[in-house]
């Protein structure tokens, strides 16, 4: 897999009697970022950017990458519950925070259970409700290639983070990535009933953004967020996919800046 130049710390606390591991870097004031279902493909060059005037925190959520699983865990807000915890012992009280796909609900969950610790909230293709029409692709039925490849518009672009043949070190991730998805959001897959309900808990200003040729999560999925979600406001980027931080990085970076006020 291609990814950025090796300039971060890899660190590690205990939470629950469990390692979270996370990868960070760049000082300033703090900014989490959650990866998709398919886990952390390393740091990335969207990384190392923010990293430029933020200290930049990625974690593997529980149960993804080298973080423990917790072999109890079946909800995604047992995930959330974790990760605020992992802050915790981090010691980070306030953060930015910005979910990609899967890690969009993830923190969008812990927005809602606590909504004084994000200063502000970013969801880039997040699932967590069920659209009206049409649905959020289920990995859980197609190979894992096709499913990741489904979130590029641009053959190319896949080819230049994976390579033409994809290397068993990025088919393990996503096979060990989509165990741990399918024991918390199967059955229904990627949506909660609840969470539109709650969102209007969220206190922190939000940027909503969505690719228009997202191959993944409908883009009435992100309308719906908006709609829930009080200081909110949507983004939509033309030609964009679903993996938007590899494929559209300075767009999505400089939307980040700005909503940010960097």
């Known amino acids: ?15 629950a ?26 740091w990335l060059p969207f990384h190392a950017e923010l ?27 047992d995930l959330a519950e974790l990760l605020h915890l992992g802050l915790d012992h981090i010691g980070l009280d306030q953060v930015a925070c910005i979910g990609f796909g899967f890690g969009g609900w993830v923190a969008a969950e812990m927005a809602v259970m606590r909504p004084q610790r994000f200063d502000h909230l970013v969801l880039v293709g997040a699932a967590g409700i069920r659209p009206n029409d049409g649905f959020i692709t289920d990995q859980m039925t197609i190979d894992h290639e096709e499913y990741v490849r489904a979130g590029f518009v641009d053959e190319a672009a896949f080819e230049r983070t994976f390579g033409v043949d994809v290397e068993p070190r990025a088919r393990e991730l996503w096979d060990y990535s989509r165990e741990m998805t399918a024991r918390i959001a199967w059955k229904p897959y990627m949506w ?5 309900f709650v969102l209007p808990e969220v206190a922190a200003p939000t940027l909503i953004v969505h690719g228009s040729e997202d191959g993944i999560v409908p883009r009435e999925v992100a309308s719906l967020y908006r709609a829930a979600i009080p200081k909110s406001r949507l983004e939509v980027i033309v030609g964009g996919g679903h993996v938007l931080e590899l494929e559209r990085e300075a767009e999505l970076v400089s939307l980040v800046r700005t909503f ?3």
Do not use: K
């Not at 909660?192 to 539109?196: D, E, I, N, Q």
């Open 17 to 42: 009697g469990l390692r979270l591991s996370y990868m960070h870097a760049g000082e300033g004031q703090p900014l989490v970022v959650l990866h998709h279902s398919t886990g952390n493909y390393d």
């Open 260 to 262: 940010l006020g960097s």
């Open 192 to 196: 909660s009933y609840r969470l539109p």
């Open 1 to 15: 897999m291609t990814t950025g130049t090796r300039t971060h710390q890899d660190a590690s606390v205990q939470v």
């Open 51 to 77: 990293a430029r005037d933020r200290h930049v925190i990625v974690p593997d959520l529980p149960g993804y990458g080298q973080s423990e699983r917790p072999e109890w865990a079946r909800d995604v807000r």
